[in-house]
Nanobody, 119 residues
Framework: QVQLVESGGGLVQAGGSLRLSCAASGRTFSNYRMGWFRQAPGKEREFVAAIKWSDDDTYYADSVKGRFTISRDNAKNTVYLQMNSLTPEDTAVYYC????????????WGQGTQVTVSS
């Protein structure tokens, strides 16, 4: 059974940093793309960043470029999202997701972790 478990969310002041983790288990994720998404209250879920297990290609939403960094540890089957220079607009529930190379949508989702940035 596939599981994606996020951790690392919390409350931080504007300008601060947090690092989110996503531990993946239950199958082999080689060649999968791992992504981070977020959903703020009253808004639709939006893409934040993505990375492939098999190479160093990374992808970012314009709103987080230069502030957020996605990375992975293959040995630990874990993906990270380092978030710096946080603003109140980054407040949201952050979700980890996995996408098979065979599909264009993300197949597996974590339960989410809350990030709150105070002004």
């Amino acid at each position: 059974q596939v599981q994606l478990v996020e951790s690392g969310g919390g409350l931080v002041q504007a300008g601060g940093s947090l690092r989110l983790s996503c531990a993946a288990s239950g199958r082999t994720f080689s060649n999968y793309r791992m992504g981070w998404f977020r959903q703020a209250p009253g808004k639709e879920r939006e893409f934040v960043a993505a990375i492939k297990w098999s190479d160093d290609d990374t992808y970012y939403a314009d709103s987080v470029k230069g502030r957020f960094t996605i990375s992975r540890d293959n040995a630990k089957n874990t993906v990270y999202l380092q978030m710096n220079s946080l603003t109140p607009e980054d407040t949201a529930v952050y979700y980890c997701a996995a996408r098979s190379p065979l599909f264009t949508t993300y197949d597996y989702w974590g339960q989410g972790t809350q990030v709150t940035v105070s002004s």
